[in-house]
């Protein structure tokens, strides 16, 4: 079980080269359930005087960390996943309380991060260096060989949000850890406990004091400060468009990993087995209640096969439960009142502007409940923005050129799905698409975790993915052998 975290009843501490520690101003930010309004906990509210010894910290550990072997790493790495799947229904119980995921989703959080810890673990002995001589290029003789290795890049800023405050926390801590990097991490507000946990799992495996940090307090407050801090020498953010747009014009030379917003379509065509496709959509739209950047966000429909999908939607949707997220309940209450209204002001904007509402547009407090909206021109915000809610759109188009044409046209270029029997056109169509990833006859989604994962435009800056998140948080340094 766990040490206690808690100065007092609820009272969260920081972590602090290897101690839990409190804000000197005793200040804290109280935290409640977004699904009955409970009260949670206090968590700590640093300063920007305080944030100097987080970072400061981290850079003095982390010389010593990254000459450390890397199997001495990754057995640490290991041991972390070994008692994070052993607290998993701990830790899943304060996911469903903090953040109002249902159960089932919050334990599939937990084991999948475990199964991305011990993955990590073990590619990061994979990732190696080379050698390469220089007769290969015109003009040299055999007389010189580089020898290029990979290197951390020293203190890595782990921002993660709400909505995978485990998952998407462990990617970015396990590869910069096994890359030899010390980590200042800032998990979201709403969502810090379960980040906390997480970060406990690290000190109980026995990570060295100082190498992992974690600091809390609003972003607002502390954001910019630690983005720009000279001695951060990367930033890996998870979260909105217009907070990446801001880290990116802040962080000077930095290298960034940003992963951003995104109004994924799915893309139907005629020959698509209907029935397949309208159950990969629901499931792919409504997931914890559309809180997820993957999420399906709109349909590009052709005309001659619209009415046959929404034959077949409309039924899935109607048995989607509502409720509490206890009660493993498929929508669940958004993650705040704010988050409502924004969801709630493009369902008004769609429905007063003539879009056909075949389901939902019904709220109780920041409880939206499952929403469909047919016939959706591209003068609705709703073709457009992202809400980040259980709402979806059915944009019926007269071609499959139409459908390319409306996809590239949002700011966002995440990712998009095709349903199609015709291979060929598939690949012809995704050739087209200006997103990250394409996914074919599925539903848009992240992984497996070693795939690659990222996005263009507003989606995003990099590619993750456990390889390549371990190669963007370390760089290659040449060693050139010069013969006479």
């Known amino acids: 079980m766990f040490k206690c975290i808690f100065r007092k009843d609820h009272i969260y501490k920081c972590l602090l080269n290897g101690e839990w520690v409190e804000s000197k101003s005793g200040k804290t930010n109280k935290i409640f359930s977004p699904a009955d309004g409970s009260f949670l906990g206090e968590l700590q509210a640093m300063g920007l005087e305080e944030a100097d010894r987080f970072i400061l910290t981290a850079k003095a550990a982390q010389k010593s960390w990254g000459d450390t072997a890397v199997n001495e790493r990754a057995q640490i790495l290991h041991k972390a996943a070994e008692i994070l799947d052993k607290q998993k ?17 919050a334990l599939s959080e937990v084991e999948r991060s475990v199964d991305y810890i011990h993955f990590t673990a073990e590619e990061g002995m994979r990732v190696s260096g080379e050698n390469l001589s220089s007769d290969v290029f015109p003009g040299f003789n055999n007389k010189k060989l580089s020898i290029i290795s990979r290197v951390p890049l020293g203190v890595v800023l782990a921002v993660s949000p709400f909505n995978y405050p485990v998952n998407l926390s462990a990617s970015k801590i396990a590869p910069a850890l096994i890359a030899g990097n010390a980590v200042v991490f800032k998990p979201p507000t709403q969502g810090a406990i379960s980040a906390l946990y997480l970060a406990r799992v690290f000190c109980e495996a026995g990570i060295p004091a100082g190498v992992l940090n974690v600091i ?30 801001h880290i990116a014009e802040i962080a000077g030379m930095k290298p960034l990993l940003l992963e951003l917003g995104g109004k994924d379509a799915a893309i139907v065509l005629e020959d698509a087995d209907i029935s397949f496709a309208a159950k990969n959509i629901v499931s792919g739209a409504y997931s914890y209640s559309g809180q997820r950047c993957t999420a399906v966000k709109r349909i590009l429909v052709l005309e001659s096969i619209a009415d046959n999908l929404v034959d077949e939607m409309l039924p899935l949707v109607k048995k989607l439960s509502v409720g ?10 958004l993650i705040s009142d704010a988050a409502a209204d924004f969801v709630q002001g493009i369902i008004d904007d769609a429905r007063q502007k003539g879009a056909k509402l075949l389901f939902g547009d019904q709220r109780e407090k920041n409880l939206i409940y499952p929403t469909l909206f047919d016939h959706v021109t591209v003068d609705m915000r ?10 979806l759109p059915i944009i019926r188009v007269k071609s499959i050129e139409e459908a390319i044409d409306i996809s590239n046209r949002s700011e966002y270029g995440l990712q998009a799905c095709i349903f199609t029997q015709d ?37 995003g800056l990099g590619t993750q993915g456990i390889r390549y998140s371990i190669e963007a948080m370390s760089r290659s340094k040449a060693v050139v052998i010069n013969f006479k």
Do not use: C
């Open 423 to 459: 291979i060929d056109n598939a690949f012809d169509i995704a050739s087209k698409l200006d997103v990250g990833t394409v996914q074919i006859n599925n539903k848009s989604e992240r992984g497996p975790d070693h795939f690659p994962f990222g996005g263009v435009k507003s989606s």
């Open 324 to 333: 509490n997220p206890a009660d493993d309940a498929d929508i669940t209450p």
């Open 216 to 245: 809390t307090g609003q972003g607002r407050e502390i954001g910019d400060y630690l983005v720009k801090h000279p001695d951060i020498n990367m930033v890996n953010f998870t979260g909105s468009s217009s907070v990446g747009r």
């Open 382 to 391: 709703l073709a457009w923005e992202e809400p980040f809610g259980p709402v």
């Open 89 to 105: 229904d701990i830790i899943a119980n304060v996911i469903v309380k903090e953040i109002a995921k249902n159960k089932k989703t």
